[in-house]
């Protein structure tokens, strides 16, 4: 039995690309923990399924009537490139009404993948364990790391908080602060 006979090649390439591209495409925008092989491939042909199956009509279609072969070419290259990627953002969307929110989990790892992946820009207090606080500005230059990486932020400008605790002005000559998830107690954000 040789894998690398062309009906096996096609039948991996169908039910293993459009899956693949669907959770990569996922992944970049709900980053997340990594899952072994056996779900990673459960999910891949799953997904893959999904996708011809929402399809379906327009597959039969294509194979039942007259199409010119560079149309029959190009629609094939949309099931399997384009529609998976589509897929995932029409997914997304889904998850986002209010109604679908009560029903399911939201995708996030923990709340700070949640707050930062928002991209909102906040006035910050890092409170560290060793009770110092560190005062900046989290703007469209700012990062937070996601999952699966170790939780740090870096304030693309650092602040001087006021005896009122009041944001009084920028540190002169900076050019913002990183700060590790290891020292962090916990933060405040207030909004711009």
Same mark, same amino acid.
């Given at each position: 039995?040789?894998i690398?006979?062309?009906n ?5 390439i169908?039910?293993?690309?459009p899956?693949?591209?669907?959770v990569?495409?996922?992944k970049?925008?709900?980053?997340s923990?990594g ?13 893959s399924c999904?996708?011809?199956?929402a ?12 199409v ?8 094939y ?8 990627i589509?897929?995932v953002?029409?997914?997304k ?7 679908i929110k009560?029903l399911?989990? !939201? ?7 949640y ?5 909102n820009?906040y006035?910050?207090e ?5 009770g110092?606080?560190v005062?900046?500005y989290?703007?469209?230059?700012s990062?937070?790391s996601a999952?699966?990486?170790?939780? !740090? ?19 002169d000559r900076?050019a913002?602060?990183?700060?590790? !998830?290891s020292e962090?107690? !916990?933060?405040?954000?207030?909004n711009?």
């Amino acid at each position: 039995m040789d894998i690398w006979e062309s009906n096996k090649l096609i039948l991996f390439i169908m039910f293993v690309i459009p899956g693949f591209i669907c959770v990569r495409v996922y992944k970049l925008i709900y980053p997340s923990q990594g899952k072994d092989s056996g779900t990673l491939l459960y999910d891949t042909v799953t997904y893959s399924c999904i996708n011809y199956a929402a399809l379906s009509f327009f597959i039969f279609q294509v194979e039942s009537n007259p199409v010119p072969p560079l149309w029959k070419n190009l629609f094939y290259f949309f099931v399997l490139f384009i529609s998976p990627i589509l897929m995932v953002f029409a997914w997304k969307k889904i998850r986002s009404y209010e109604k679908i929110k009560t029903l399911i989990f !939201h995708p996030s790892d923990s709340a700070w993948d949640y707050l930062f992946s928002q991209r909102n820009k906040y006035w910050v207090e890092v409170f560290l364990k060793n009770g110092e606080v560190v005062a900046g500005y989290y703007g469209s230059k700012s990062f937070a790391s996601a999952s699966p990486e170790e939780k !740090h932020i870096y304030l693309e400008q650092r602040w001087v908080m006021g005896s009122d605790g009041e944001f009084e002005r920028p540190v002169d000559r900076t050019a913002g602060v990183i700060v590790l !998830h290891s020292e962090i107690s !916990h933060i405040e954000l207030r909004n711009i």
